[in-house]
DNA sequence: CTTACGGCCTGGGTGC
DNA sequence: TGCACCCAGGCCGTAA
């Protein structure tokens, strides 16, 4: 569910109750989402909480243990929600870990689809996790996007999907970029030209950063750590617009899979030679054949 | 190393 | 009402 400037967003907001806390004890629900249950139990409680941080999509909250700089580390997935809570409060369903604060709050992670992923890293073995993240959107400078492009043969939507390459981008703030860049997601990355390469670097930090301060897009249920919804889904251009006229020129907006996911964008502003788009599907064959 | 694809879960919406 | 099917802010492992 969360992309980047979601993520950002929930940071934002434990880092005005989080840092200082100390956790008293961990109450775990279903734990198939957990790398090491027991570690996260047995370890966190007597922990004190410092910096809360954001990699890519991840949350890092760092504790101050003895020698060693663990962090907990959280990723929402799809649904993950993280939020504090008073006690009392209702436990919602799909609650499956309450971490018990010493101010008398909770920490609560709910997720209904366990998509997301939770750990206790001892110090640098969350580098195995965090390490092989790309740049941050935000902060990746044009030369070295453009070259980091110009490398790879892959549908330019599969490669910002990709959190190798970049770290945080995911399916509607790329759509978002590409209609902004007026690129077709199927275009292959190192093809793009040199001010198609310059226009997706300036939307995606654009559409990002605008996010940021909307608070992120509430499509279904996203909330933030206060329990508020986001604004920036007034904003969309593309996503979930198939059918609807494009906010440049009015053409009805398409929905194609690339990369497994649904592909909003439009016909006439980002276009794609038929020979592009054959050649990605020869290289496939080609492949499945052999 | 790169790329493509099925699978992991649950729930909401739609159409028959 | 019931049921089958499609869809969903993500990523991982496997195969080629």
């Known amino acids: 569910?969360?992309?980047?400037?979601?993520?950002?967003?929930?940071?934002?907001?434990?880092?005005?109750?989080?840092?200082?806390?100390?956790?008293?004890?961990?109450?775990?629900?279903?734990?198939?989402?957990?790398?090491?249950?027991?570690?996260?139990?047995?370890?966190?409680?007597?922990?004190?909480?410092?910096?809360?941080?954001?990699?890519?999509?991840?949350?890092?909250?760092?504790?101050?243990?003895?020698?060693?700089?663990?962090?907990?580390?959280?990723?929402?997935?799809?649904?993950?929600?993280?939020?504090?809570?008073?006690?009392?409060?209702?436990?919602?369903?799909?609650t499956h870990v309450i971490f018990a604060l010493d101010d008398g709050r909770e920490l609560?992670?709910?997720?209904?689809?366990?998509?997301?992923?939770?750990?206790?890293?001892?110090?640098?073995?969350?580098?195995?996790?965090?390490g092989k993240l790309g740049d941050d959107p935000l902060e990746i400078t044009f030369a070295a996007f453009r070259a980091s492009l110009a490398r790879r043969r892959a549908m330019v939507k599969a490669l910002l999907l990709d959190q190798h390459f970049l770290r945080g981008m995911g399916n509607i703030y790329t759509d978002e970029a590409l209609w902004r860049a007026r690129i077709h997601p199927k275009r292959h990355a190192a093809r793009l030209t040199l001010d198609e390469a310059r226009r997706l670097h300036a939307s995606m930090r654009k559409v990002l950063a605008d996010a940021i301060r909307l608070r992120g897009s509430s499509i279904s249920d996203y909330l933030d750590a206060a329990g508020q919804p986001g604004g920036y889904q007034r904003r969309h251009r593309v996503y979930g617009r198939e059918g609807k006229p494009c906010f440049r020129c009015g053409t009805k907006i398409r929905r194609v899979i690339v990369a497994g996911r649904s592909s909003y964008f439009c016909p006439h502003c980002q276009r794609i030679s038929r020979l592009e788009i054959r050649d990605s599907k020869r290289g496939t064959r080609a492949r499945a054949l052999r």
């Open 1 to 94: 569910m969360p992309e980047l400037p979601e993520v950002e967003t929930i940071v934002r907001g434990l880092r005005a109750v989080l840092p200082g806390r100390r956790v008293l004890s961990v109450r775990l629900g279903k734990t198939d989402f957990i790398d090491d249950p027991a570690a996260l139990e047995h370890e966190l409680p007597g922990c004190r909480i410092g910096a809360v941080e954001r990699l890519g999509k991840f949350i890092a909250v760092r504790l101050e243990k003895q020698e060693t700089r663990p962090s907990l580390l959280i990723h929402l997935g799809m649904t993950g929600q993280l939020a504090t809570a008073r006690p009392g409060e209702p436990i919602p369903p799909h």
């Open 108 to 130: 609560r992670y709910t997720d209904t689809r366990r998509f997301g992923r939770m750990l206790f890293a001892a110090d640098s073995a969350g580098r195995d996790v965090l």
